[in-house]
């Protein structure tokens, strides 16, 4: 796909079109004017930026620590979806009987 | 020295781990679905940032990772962009407004994942709002799957506001997991050669046998800068 309709209609017509055309009419639309665009959409939205603060935390991670715990059922179960729909939240807490004493 | 009580803070090693674990599962889940189409979105609370962590802007946030994921930005949401942008110093968004645009952008996807860690750092005032809006929209998004992360305390908010659909699991970091964390800690410090062999052995001997104590007393110490 030519990147410059990346943000136009698509195949299902359920793309936004309008504020994007604009720059098509004057022959001017680049690249940079469609991501220019696309992050003027995506900082409206919020102003956090969470995945900074990911990868933040993911750069000092450390190979197999924490492994297990993507081994174990509760987890397995909820992501692949075989529990029913009604259980499609995973709360991971400390034991309410340990309180502030535990880990978490 | 501060650099050095960061190891003995309960509550930076627990703040730590918790962050570690909730980094460790979006990542597992974008590497399990490579070779699907599957939106993973996440929003980190944090005490200090109560004055931006609104639910509007964590609903956005949310939000704006889905959008981030497909190839053309939703009409709805472009739209609605539209709109705010013609009124006078552009409009913010309410709740409301971003949970009707977070549906929009979850509409074309079969299922999605949202992990929300440390909730029990968000503001206690707007966390009925934020869990209805993750509620409502775990409802009209049947394939939306919502991994949550927080302290004890939280956990009677997240049966009240998402009735019926959440999961509790005990958790808790394994003695293992605190030992690795405290090796690359140690082996990362540049500092570290100022500190005697037999300091780093107590260190590795004494933490993990007495951390739910040192949790304890930590929950009054000020938690020790980090590199975050």
């Known amino acids: 796909m030519d990147p410059s309709t990346q943000l136009e209609l698509n195949a299902t017509g359920t793309g936004y079109t309008n504020s994007f055309n604009r720059t098509n ?18 900082n409206w939205l919020s102003p956090l930026r969470p995945r900074v603060r990911h ?9 197999g620590l924490g492994e297990w715990f993507l081994q174990t059922d509760e987890f397995l179960r909820w992501r692949d979806g075989k529990g029913e729909f009604g259980k499609a939240t995973l709360f991971c807490s400390g034991n309410p009987g340990v309180g502030k004493t535990f880990l978490w | 020295m501060v650099r050095k009580n960061s190891y003995l803070g309960g509550k930076f090693i627990a703040n730590w781990i918790k962050r570690y674990y909730s980094s460790l599962v979006i990542d597992s889940l974008v590497d399990h679905f490579s070779e699907e189409d599957v939106p993973d979105a996440c929003v980190y609370c944090d005490f200090r940032d109560h004055e931006r962590q609104t ?14 994921t497909l190839s053309t930005v939703p009409t709805e949401i472009g739209e609605a962009f539209e709109r705010a942008e013609r009124e006078v110093g552009g409009r913010g968004l309410q709740v409301s407004e971003t949970v009707r645009l977070l549906r ?45 992360t927080g302290r004890p305390h939280v956990r009677s908010a997240v049966e009240k506001y998402l009735p019926g659909s959440a999961q509790v699991i005990p958790f808790s970091p394994n003695s293992d997991d605190i ?50």
């Open chain 2, 55 to 68: 639910a509007a802007n964590m609903i956005g946030a949310l939000t704006k990772q889905v959008v981030n």
């Open chain 1, 25 to 42: 009419t004057l022959n001017t639309t680049t690249n940079t004017t469609h991501a220019d665009e696309r992050a003027k959409v995506l």
């Open chain 2, 179 to 228: 030992r690795e964390y405290l090796e690359m800690r140690l082996e990362h410090d540049l500092d570290s050669e100022e500190m005697s062999p037999a300091l780093k052995a107590d260190i590795m001997r004494c933490i993990p046998e007495k951390i739910p104590d040192v949790y304890v007393i930590a929950d009054s110490i000020p938690e020790a800068p980090s590199n975050r």
């Open chain 2, 104 to 148: 929009a952008a979850l509409a074309p996807v079969k299922r999605a994942f949202i992990c929300i860690d440390a909730l029990d750092e968000f503001s206690d005032k707007r966390l009925p709002q934020l869990l209805a809006s993750l509620h409502t929209v775990s409802q009209t998004s049947p394939g939306i799957r919502l991994f949550i």
């Open chain 1, 55 to 63: 990868e933040d935390v993911r750069t000092r991670r450390q190979d």
